[in-house]
């Protein structure tokens, strides 16, 4: 009867260390970063590089149509693969807090299009892309040694009525990005 005992304990024993490690090695080999100048991301092979401009922020501006928002210089930047491993990747736009006394700019006021690779997206009102955390503007997979150029433009638009002035909007681009098995 002890001998069972002992035997049922080591299995259970057995199995939780196993669970362990599973989960340990999955910890080691995903990482989820938020965008800051030149950032390298290096874990086993992976290794993803992000370079970038400056935050994405919109104080004293005007509400523009579809074509001058078009026009913008925008926010660029490029996600390049420099690692010996394939990396699946997720690209986000975050709200960033607006510090006291400013008004936060409501997105249902704000247009954007996203650009990828020389492709020129289309105007769309911020609040397609769902709620703040959850706005994914691309994904997919980044071979080893390719890169993605990315231009974001973010601007208040003509077509809503309703009085936004004074108001400020900040984001950033938060990519998560994990190793191909």
Known sequence: MKDRKNKI???????VLIVLVIVLS????????????DNIVTLGTLKLTLTEGEMINLSDTYPLTDRQGLELDGYSFTLENTGTADAEYTIYLDNVAIASPDVKLDDKYLKYSFNKN??????YYLTSLGTDGSRILDSGTLNSGESNNYV???????????????????GKIRIIGEQVR
Do not use: N
């Open 118 to 123: 020389d492709v020129t997206g289309s105007p």
């Open 152 to 170: 974001l433009k973010v601007w208040p638009t003509t077509e809503i009525d309703g009085d936004f002035g004074g108001q400020v909007w900040k």
């Open 26 to 37: 999955y910890a080691i080999f995903s990482y989820a970063g938020l965008g800051k100048k």
């Open 9 to 15: 304990f080591l299995l259970g024993l057995l199995i």
